[in-house]
């Protein structure tokens, strides 16, 4: 049964395709109404969320099928106890396909190995978010034609975020790429990402703590927020979580096309008044998100089904 953990459970030319499926149901919608008429998706969420769990549910909407779910442990016999494969054994009796976020990092692997339908890794802990690249994928295709021959700034708490992670294992499959880390010291980008990922796929990549000096080099600006929840200590959160916050003055440097992204929930780590910018794609990225995953569903029942 092929479930989604992580993004590079897909090969290059599937995420190709998915970009493409995607695109095609942004022009066409009506075509796709009908496409999972008596399917059932079921989003088991562990962990809050609103983006990934409302376009998960508005894209099976979309695509003519239903869904069930939970947005909360506490909403679930997790509460009292029950492990995560006996929940989606039973989950795999009720509906077609599962979306699961969890804050254990390898839940979704261990719901994959014990589920009978297709599992899509919503997030698990500090790991992986492959739907949130997908979705990020997805925007700058759309925003700037090629997902090839860009400098990517990747901006803020880059020890613990799973979008940044999963994002840098994408996109150093591609050509032409340069990666710009902009973190605190404390919340550098792990290790062994730098040498799994970034050394072994020689991806030239540059570190700074400063904001500023790395804008005006930048094709895509992608800006993530210090997750208090990631911290074991209240007093390290407060220190570092307005470490970077962009504005229109940081921004006057900037290139005139740049694409300034941010998986959201945002906190203070963009100003509002960057919303109006025409270079703030932060929300297309939202809407993207639904057509991506509307893609993915398509494509994991199809699988599923033969
Ligand atoms: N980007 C993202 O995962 O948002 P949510 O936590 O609201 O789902």
Same mark, same amino acid.
């Not at 009908?34 to 399917?39: A, H, N, P």
């Not at 949130?132 to 020890?159: N, P």
């Not at 880390?181 to 730098?194: A, F, H, R, T, V």
């Not at 300034?260 to 990225?285: G, T």
């Given at each position: 049964?092929?479930? $989604?953990?992580?993004? =590079?459970? $897909?090969?290059?030319?599937?995420?190709?395709? &998915?970009?493409?499926?995607?695109?095609?149901?942004?022009d066409?919608?009506?075509?796709?109404?009908? #496409?999972?008429?008596?399917?059932?998706?079921?989003? =088991? *969420?562990?962990?809050?969320?609103?983006?990934?769990?409302l376009?998960?549910?508005?894209?099976? =909407?979309?695509?003519?099928?239903?869904?069930?779910? *939970?947005?909360?442990?506490?909403? #679930? #016999?997790?509460?009292k106890g029950?492990?995560?494969?006996?929940? %989606?054994?039973?989950?795999s009796?009720?509906?077609?396909?599962?979306a699961?976020?969890h /804050?254990?990092?390898?839940?979704?692997?261990?719901?994959?190995?014990?589920a009978s339908i +297709?599992?899509?890794?919503?997030?698990?802990?500090?790991?992986?978010?492959?739907?949130?690249?997908?979705?990020?994928?997805?925007?700058?295709? @759309?925003?700037?034609?090629? $997902?090839?021959?860009?400098?990517?700034?990747l901006?803020?708490d880059?020890?613990?975020?799973?979008t %940044?992670?999963?994002?840098?294992?994408?996109?150093? @499959?591609?050509?032409?790429?340069h990666?710009v880390?902009?973190?605190?010291e404390?919340l550098?980008l +792990?290790?062994?990402?730098?040498?799994?990922? &970034?050394?072994?796929?020689?991806?030239?990549y540059?570190?700074?703590?400063?904001?500023?000096?790395a804008?005006?080099? &930048?094709?895509?600006?992608?800006?993530?927020?210090?997750? @208090?929840?990631?911290?074991f200590?209240?007093?390290?959160?407060?220190?570092l979580?307005?470490?970077?916050?962009?504005?229109p003055?940081?921004?006057?440097t900037a290139?005139?096309?740049?694409?300034?992204?941010? /998986?959201l929930?945002? %906190?203070?780590e963009?100003?509002?008044?960057?919303?109006?910018d025409?270079?703030?794609?932060?929300?297309?990225?939202?809407?993207?998100?639904?057509?991506? @995953?509307?893609?993915?569903?398509?494509?994991? &029942?199809?699988?599923?089904?033969v």
């Amino acid at each position: 049964m092929r479930s $989604l953990i992580d993004i =590079l459970d $897909l090969s290059m030319e599937e995420i190709d395709e &998915l970009i493409a499926t995607a695109c095609d149901i942004i022009d066409n919608p009506d075509k796709y109404a009908e #496409s999972c008429k008596r399917k059932k998706l079921a989003t =088991l *969420f562990f962990e809050p969320s609103t983006r990934t769990r409302l376009s998960f549910e508005a894209a099976m =909407l979309e695509l003519g099928g239903s869904v069930i779910g *939970f947005s909360a442990a506490n909403n #679930s #016999s997790a509460a009292k106890g029950e492990s995560v494969a006996d929940t %989606v054994k039973t989950i795999s009796c009720y509906a077609d396909i599962i979306a699961m976020r969890h /804050p254990k990092e390898g839940a979704a692997l261990v719901a994959a190995q014990n589920a009978s339908i +297709p599992v899509i890794n919503a997030g698990d802990g500090g790991h992986c978010h492959p739907t949130q690249t997908l979705t990020d994928l997805l925007t700058i295709y @759309r925003e700037k034609g090629r $997902l090839t021959d860009l400098t990517v700034g990747l901006c803020g708490d880059l020890k613990f975020g799973r979008t %940044v992670h999963s994002l840098i294992n994408a996109l150093s @499959r591609y050509t032409g790429i340069h990666i710009v880390l902009i973190s605190p010291e404390e919340l550098k980008l +792990p290790s062994y990402i730098k040498k799994d990922v &970034l050394q072994k796929k020689g991806i030239p990549y540059t570190q700074t703590t400063d904001l500023e000096a790395a804008i005006p080099t &930048l094709d895509i600006l992608y800006m993530t927020r210090v997750q @208090r929840e990631r911290f074991f200590n209240e007093e390290d959160y407060l220190r570092l979580k307005d470490s970077y916050i962009l504005d229109p003055k940081k921004l006057e440097t900037a290139k005139p096309d740049l694409c300034i992204m941010h /998986p959201l929930p945002r %906190v203070n780590e963009i100003s509002v008044a960057v919303d109006d910018d025409p270079r703030a794609c932060y929300f297309k990225q939202v809407l993207c998100g639904k057509y991506a @995953r509307m893609a993915l569903i398509l494509k994991l &029942l199809k699988e599923a089904s033969v």
